[in-house]
């Protein structure tokens, strides 16, 4: 990865507050801020329990047809 490409990576972060950037003679140091990851991490998990269910269901569903295809699949000789 290239020098402005990292740079460029590390202000996005910054302006979404992920971290913060500090001086120290000519390097610029970076510190990674946790708050808005918990906040995030909670927002995520309130979606994560009202989802999970359906995406449960839905596996079910998917290895149903998926054992329902095998049993009505021909043998590949009989296949024109």
Known sequence: MTQPAIS???KVLERAGLISRGRDS???PSRLESKPLVE???WLERYRQFWEPSF?????LLEELKAMRKQTKRPASNKR
Not at 56 to 60: M, Q
């Open 56 to 60: 449960l269901r839905l596996d079910g």
């Open 8 to 10: 460029k990576h590390l």
């Open 40 to 42: 995030v991490a909670r």
């Open 26 to 28: 000519q390097r610029r």
